[in-house]
């Protein structure tokens, strides 16, 4: 059995839209499911956000050891720990990379991006030959969108938490949408991107390899990296209700690496409230991932 048909049936008794591509470097052999259709990114897309700070800070526009203080109007919902430390609290850059990295820090992501700007890393993108990664919203826009909330203005961080608590999401909302006009990419450019960190082509070779130290002290390891040897992966993940991601790379040494961009949309319907059934599919759809990266380590390239 071929490692696509392999993969392909990891995916398929699931029911879900998928796109998937892997490239093995050293060959450029790939394996590919839908892999230039767009995906909204979730958190993938705090990969780009990383790829800008390092290339801002190559430029001198400031230092990675800049401290930066955080305002109770930075702090955003959902995963991270920022927004529930004390205002006035000043990280340094660095320090934000990792913890949107590593801990997927919704209040860091939301610091960073609003020092790079989404024009600047749309350009970087771009100028990487990167057509199919979008950064459209920011991290209040994406939790408005995704809500049925006023974008405009940001919805502040009690309304975020209110609506997190009582509200469901609107899956016909600009959040859920797979154009350029929200936050998406296609599985083959988060790939794409990730190999070039790892390559040094992303920017200067000593910022590529900070960022890949940064991904491969990724602490969300449910998915792709779960079978796989400790450290063996850099890797981010990205989560929305309904929506389970993953890209990065696969080392299995240092001149055998594979890198993988993976996104998925289950539209199993969901009731509000059944927190039950919303565990039960993305944990099967977390094993999914977890059983393609085993494939991936197992037989690609081999």
């Known amino acids: 059995m071929s490692v696509q048909s392999q993969i392909e049936a990891a995916f398929a008794p699931l029911g879900i839209e998928v796109g998937f591509s892997a490239t093995h470097l050293p060959t450029g052999e790939t394996v590919a499911i839908n892999p230039h259709e767009l995906f909204p990114t979730a958190s993938t897309y705090k990969i780009p956000v990383m790829v800008e700070v390092y290339r801002q800070a190559e430029e001198g526009r400031f230092k990675m050891s800049d401290r930066i203080e955080m305002t109770d109007a930075q702090r955003i919902v959902g995963s991270g720990v920022i927004q529930k430390l004390d205002a006035g609290l000043k990280p340094t850059i660095r320090d934000l990379a990792m913890l949107m990295i590593i801990i997927s820090d919704n209040t860091a992501t939301h610091m960073l991006q609003e020092l790079v700007g989404n024009a600047n890393i749309n350009a970087t993108m771009r100028r990487l030959g990167l057509q199919n990664i979008h950064l459209a919203l920011s991290m209040p826009e994406l939790f408005a969108h995704g809500y049925a909330l006023p974008p405009v203005p940001p919805p502040s961080y009690a309304q975020m938490q209110e609506a997190g608590r009582s509200g469901d999401m609107d899956y016909s909302g600009l959040a859920f949408h797979r154009t350029p006009q929200n936050t998406t990419s296609s599985a083959a450019d988060m790939a794409a991107l990730s190999a070039m960190i790892l390559q040094g082509k992303a ?29 063996a992966v850099g890797n981010k993940t990205g989560s929305f209700r309904k929506i389970r991601n993953d890209a990065g790379v696969i080392l299995r040494s240092e001149t055998d690496a594979i890198s993988f961009g993976v996104y998925t949309f289950d539209p199993t319907p969901i009731p509000r409230g059944n927190s039950r059934l919303l565990a039960e599919r993305n944990a099967l759809v977390n094993g999914a991932m977890a059983e393609a990266g085993m494939i991936l380590w197992d037989s690609f390239g081999r």
């Open 203 to 231: 920017g200067t070779a000593a910022s590529c390899a900070d960022m890949m130290t940064i991904l491969r002290a990724q602490q969300l390891r449910d998915r792709v990296p779960r079978y796989l040897p400790d450290g």
